[in-house]
């Protein structure tokens, strides 16, 4: 089975309980939609939780969110293919997998392209306060270019998009925080996204980010809530 779910940001025990309550393996495979929380403490830390994710019997499939290090610049990690695309990966953890942005992958025979990234509102803070904040967490020049190949390639066909943040005309206002100056924040991602959704045909896009869950026509945002993939 394939399931997806929202940010995590490092706190797994809904996934730890769903996978007890539903007997799963590590056949299993559960997409997180950004944020996942994996990468974002230092070495040491997210060691630790590594160590205990790894005996969830389910296998992790993690998008970029904007609060966590890209896998390919962390020295520890290689590339792999895996359901027809490829995927950042480390010996140790077989179970927890981060996905190359722009790859499209086979998920329950859908074709399904990974789109990652977001602009953090909270950069500020993190920086003042040291926390972790990686300048990259939006997608490149060349990530875009790449997408945009894949897409081309595909004539503007895709089943399912898998993306972090949304396309700028399904934001959710009603989530944005109190306080914040709209008009300071980064929207390029959400706006090249729309660019895309308009001239995509595709039958679902699930995201995350905003903390959510809500559903406008086959874009789904999702949070907590646990989901069977293409339910």
Avoid at 4 to 31: A, N
Wanted: proline share 3%; glycine share 8%; charged share 30%.
């Amino acid at each position: 089975m394939i399931y997806v779910t929202g940010d995590t940001h490092g706190k797994f025990q809904r996934i730890t309980d769903f996978c007890e309550h539903e007997k799963t393996s590590c056949e299993d495979i559960m997409i997180i939609l950004g944020d996942a929380g994996i990468n974002y403490n230092g070495w040491v830390l997210d060691r630790e939780k590594k160590e205990l994710l790894k005996t969830l019997p389910i296998t992790l499939f993690c998008i970029h969110g904007n609060h966590e290090q890209r896998p390919d610049t962390i020295d520890s990690y290689a590339e792999k293919r895996w359901h027809g695309g490829i995927v950042y990966w480390e010996e140790d953890y077989p179970n927890l997998l981060f996905a190359k942005d722009g790859e499209i992958f086979d998920l329950d025979g859908k074709q399904t392209i990974v789109i990652g990234g977001a602009y953090s509102i909270d950069k500020m803070i993190r920086v003042i306060y040291g926390y972790g904040w990686w300048a990259d967490e939006q997608p490149s020049d060349e990530i875009k270019r790449y997408v945009e190949e894949q897409l081309e390639k595909r004539n503007w066909k895709i089943d399912v998009i898998l993306s972090h943040t949304v396309p700028l005309k399904y934001e959710p206002r009603e989530m944005f925080m109190t306080g914040v100056d709209q008009s300071s924040v980064d929207k390029s991602t959400e706006e090249w996204l729309d660019w895309i959704e308009e001239k995509l045909e595709y039958q679902k896009w699930y995201c995350g980010h905003y903390h959510t869950e809500k559903k406008i026509g086959k874009v789904d945002m999702k949070y907590k809530e646990i989901e069977k993939f293409l339910l």
